[in-house]
């Protein structure tokens, strides 16, 4: 059973990884919807969530919350946009998820990761675990399929990677997780992100690398 | 409560004899050596069906640890003599512990030498007297049985469960697959057994086992069929289903999201 979810409430049961490169960011997520552990509610969702043109966020935890939470930003940021004149940074992103999760951090049960591009400082990456604290990092995974590529991550990620590298690291990440976890699941969604837009990718569930399976 | 550090391992204020919950009543209560508290490595949905040569059976090749997909190479499907078959949901453990028991027991009959050999319905019998007498001692084998068999041309296919619950039927499903897997199967199969090919019923399975991949969260795309006939038993290798994702693609967003 999941800490935090309300009983019955649907969950995000998933596997989030997100990695800046030089020229934006890579996030990828899985595609499954699960309920009390055991159901799959919806074997294709979209994890990875417009907040704005260069901004997306991945989203694990409760489906209800993290949807909610995600409107909320993205109205904020339409606001930004036009007050400000300038696409917004993903720091000020990052900031709104961090301030609605750590006030009502009684009440939410969501996990998530804010990356995206922009001009001042390329493509960035932050995570906002449960709490709400936020912490900008070089990648970040989330989820509890996350805790099966710990050691996958540690061994595997480098500094400086190019736009395929990340592309691999993050697809084969999302591929192991889903073979050991039971709340992760179906497709592989990528979306890559740099100052020309958003390049979405999909891996069918029947091409998903079954690695290690003998 | 007991600040003995000594006893950290003894939930012995569990115990109350006189609580009118059983389960709270039994003196083993707490105590894991003498009663079984939960389930640990565990194996989802069995499958059965009668079909016109006999009776088939379908399972993953998955032990599950919780949520963690531990052991991806795990069968579920055992045979009992020449024309039983055994498939288990449930605690692996206790799975494994049933097999030795009925190849004891086989063994056993085999030995008094007087050219009898226990069938299904035997067999059958058997195990659900043995389950039922341990959830009567809150100690039960954490299981859900299908048992199929087809002895002198009589086809047999039951359910016993980890309560001794039992019953027979042309179809059988465990778990999550009496919920997705029962309504597919009783259409497709029932009133049709006397006249249901091998390939139809290979095609109704592998149907269900699909949709129960796409539903059940602890399932593999790993699976082993089972079929009984007057050849005796024939346990196939596991292997994979083909399954839809690609009207997945075009989806973005959760309902809000136009980009």
């Known amino acids: 059973m999941e800490v935090g979810l309300k009983p019955g409430e649907i969950s995000l049961g998933t596997t989030l990884i997100a990695v800046a490169f030089d020229g934006g960011v890579v996030v990828g997520a899985d595609s499954r919807t699960s309920m009390g552990g055991s159901y799959t509610v919806n074997r294709v969702t979209d994890k990875l969530t417009y907040v704005s043109d260069r901004i997306y966020c991945c989203r694990s935890g409760s489906a209800a919350d993290t949807q909610a939470v995600a409107s909320i930003v993205t109205y904020y940021l339409q606001l930004y946009a036009i007050q400000h004149e300038e696409e917004p940074p993903v720091r000020v992103a990052a900031s709104l998820f961090q301030e609605l999760c750590y006030k009502n951090k009684d009440a939410l049960s969501a996990g998530i990761i804010c990356a995206g591009w922009d001009k001042h400082d390329g493509g960035s990456v932050f995570g906002i675990p449960m709490g709400g604290s936020m912490h900008k990092l070089p990648y970040a995974t989330a989820g509890s399929g996350s805790t099966y590529i710990y050691g996958y991550c540690d061994t595997s990620f480098r500094q400086n990677m190019t736009k395929e590298e990340t592309i691999e690291f993050v697809k084969t990440g999302v591929a192991l997780a889903i073979g050991r976890d039971g709340s992760s699941g179906g497709c592989i969604r990528l979306a890559v992100i740099t100052k020309d837009g958003v390049q979405r990718h999909f891996i069918p569930g029947d091409q998903v690398p079954a690695l290690g399976v003998i | ?259």
Request: glycine share 10%; hydrophobic share 35%.
């Open chain 2, 1 to 259: 409560m007991d600040r003995f550090s000594g006893n950290f391992d003894r939930f012995s204020d569990l115990f109350n004899p006189y609580d009118s919950n059983p389960t709270n009543a039994n003196h083993a209560i707490g105590d894991f050596t003498k009663c079984t508290r939960k389930p640990l490595v565990m194996g989802s949905t069995v499958l059965g069906l009668e079909y016109q040569d006999g009776v088939m059976i379908a399972a993953d090749t998955l032990g599950s640890w919780g949520q963690l997909a531990r052991y991806r190479n795990e069968s579920r499907i055992y045979p009992v003599g020449n024309f039983t078959v055994l498939g288990a949901a449930g605690d692996m453990s206790d799975f494994q512990h049933t097999k030795h028991m009925l190849d004891s027991l086989m063994i056993k009959e085999y030995y008094t030498n007087d050219d009898h050999v226990l069938s299904t319905p035997h067999i059958y019998e058997y195990l659900s007297r043995v389950l039922y007498h341990r959830r009567s001692k809150l100690d039960p084998l954490w299981n859900t049985y299908v048992v199929g068999g087809y002895n002198n041309g009589e086809r047999f296919l039951g359910y016993v469960d980890l309560l001794g619950t039992t019953y027979q039927s042309s179809i059988v499903a465990t778990g999550l697959g009496a919920y997705f897997a029962q309504p597919i199967l009783r259409n497709a199969v029932e009133g049709r057994e006397g006249i249901l090919t091998e390939a139809e019923a290979i095609e109704i399975l592998n149907t269900c086992m699909k949709i129960l991949f796409y539903r059940e969260c602890k399932t593999l795309n790993r699976i082993q069929r089972a079929k009984v006939t007057a050849d005796g038993v024939e346990i196939s290798e596991p292997y994979a289903l083909p399954t839809e994702w690609s009207f997945g693609e075009g989806i973005r967003g959760f309902g809000t999201q136009t980009q």
